[in-house]
Structure formats: C-alpha cells, structure tokens
C-alpha cells in the first residue's frame, strides 16, 4: 500500500518513514499481512499515511480539492487536507484514537454487518427490535441499499434476524476489530477528547463535511464533531449528498479499494468519480480534466 508512490515521488517519503505513529509505519504498509493490518491501530495512521502521500501528490500535479470528506478515519485525513494539522498530528492523532478504538471494544464480544437493499427505516426498526437483548446500533448509512449495523454480538445477531425477516437481501459481517460507532465507544470518545485539548487544530482552508451530521462545520465545532463521530452514525450518504448540493461535479477518491466510489455512484450517480488506488491511477484522474 503506497510503495509505487514511494518509489516514484521522493516528495512522499518522510510521510511513511515517520515515527509519528509509534511504529514502522512504512514496513506495515508495505509489508504488513491482512491480519497486521485489520488491527485498527495500524489500520488508522496506515491509510492515513496512504491518504497524506496521495493528497500530496495530487497538489503537485495541480489537482486541489474544493471540498473535504472522508469516511469515518477518512475525515482525519479530509481535515488533514483541509489544512486543519499537518502530517505528523494526523498521523499521531489516528495512532492514539486506534488504540482508544481497540481499548474500548476489549473484552466486547462484538459484531458488525452491512446490511443490503433494506432501507433506513428498516433497518432502525430491527435495531430498536433487538436492543433488548444488548447494545445495536446503526453505525454507518453508506448509500441507498447498504447499512451498517454494528454493537455486541448476541444482539447484532438479533437485528440481523430482524433485517431478514423485514426484507434485506443479505446480511454480511465486516472484519473489522471492534463496535465502531456505537455507544461502546464511549471511552474512546471521552480519551479523544482529552487528547484533542492538548491539539492545535487550524482553521479549515476549504469546507469538510463532517460524518456526525453531514454538513460544514464551524471551526469550533471539530473537536467535539470527532468526539461525536467516533461513538456516532456515520452519515456518508448524507455528507456526498451535500458534496452534490453544493455544487461539486468531481470525487478523487484516495484508496485502498474503491468502496467509497460505489457509495457515490449509489447516491450521487451524476458525480463523476475515480479511485486512486496506485501511480497507474493517477491517469484517470488526469483523464477527467481532459
């Protein structure tokens, strides 16, 4: 994950030989196993890393953003874009909030699904249906036909039943390391909070739309937005809905993979959009102004 841009852009290299994030971030990028990287602490400053070469790129070549999002540790690095912190805070930052993330679903016996083609109503009414039997939630509204739901496992397992019977195609878990914003991240909510206290955080040089409500936010309202959103649903479809109204025509998005893309081309499907997933890409993106 990013060695062709290492290889090829020397002005990307000082971002993975950081030693912001407490640990070889360049080696795990690199040459990390699936399982190393699904850790949630290397998989936050790992894409971020990713995300912070890529963005940097793209400036060179003369390609700036009007606007900022991201999704979920993705905001991290639309802020990081947006000139609120530099490199090495934006590395740091995910850093500690992986380990706050992991230290709040230990000892969790923890599940999330995405569910598809049901819609949002739905799908609240199976969470509401199952939170009896333990915490549930909705965790992500990703685009028209996918839902994350996402809490403890008994009880996630309930909602699935619930989604089932209601209506959903499918059911499918997420490997992912924890219950991602739901209530049980409280405690990751409340040691980021002290952690952003110690933050200087600069003023947004272009607009973010932020995951917690889908909207720009002023620049006093970030630090407690990222409390919000790490213990909150994750309004995707809401945020490319307003990326839309107001006025943007063009989504980069920066990688690994192409899930995003499919949100947008799900909810927006006249935005045009293109993944940058290695150097090779970076044609599409050229290919778009031309």
């Not at 405690?187 to 955080?201: G, I, Y």
Request: hydrophobic share 45%.
């Amino acid at each position: 994950m990013g060695r062709d841009f290492y290889d090829v852009f020397p002005e990307v290299r000082d971002i993975f030989d950081s030693k912001a994030a407490g640990f070889d971030l360049r080696e795990l990028c690199f040459d990390a196993t699936a399982e190393e990287l699904a850790r949630t602490r290397c998989t936050q400053p790992c894409m971020a890393a990713f995300a912070a070469a890529v963005t940097r790129v793209l400036r060179g070549l003369g390609y700036a953003p009007d606007y900022a999002a991201g999704l979920s540790l993705g905001e991290y690095s639309a802020l990081h874009a947006a000139g609120v912190f530099g490199v090495e805070t934006l590395l740091e930052l995910l850093a500690f909030r992986g380990i706050a993330m992991e230290e709040s679903a230990a000892g969790v016996e923890s599940r999330m699904s995405a569910v598809l083609s049901l819609s949002e109503e739905l799908v609240r009414q199976a969470v509401a249906e199952s939170a009896h039997i333990g915490v549930v939630a909705c965790t992500n509204i990703n685009c028209p036909g996918q839902i994350v739901i996402g809490g403890e496992l008994a009880a996630v397992l309930a909602a699935e039943e619930r989604c089932a019977a209601l209506g959903a195609r499918r059911c499918l878990p997420l490997n992912t390391s924890g219950p991602f914003h739901t209530p049980l991240m409280e405690n990751a909510s409340a040691r980021l909070r002290e952690k952003f206290a110690a933050t200087e955080f600069l003023p947004q040089q272009i607009p973010v739309i932020f995951n917690a409500t889908g909207e720009p936010a002023a620049d006093g309202e970030i630090k407690h937005l990222l409390c919000e959103q790490v213990k909150s649903t994750v309004l995707f479809e809401k945020t490319l809905l307003k990326l839309a109204a107001l006025g943007a025509d063009t989504v980069i998005e920066i990688g690994p993979g192409n899930a995003l893309a499919g949100f947008v081309r799900k909810t927006v499907p006249d935005l045009r959009v293109v993944s940058v997933n290695n150097v090779g890409d970076l044609k599409k993106v050229v290919e778009l102004w031309n």
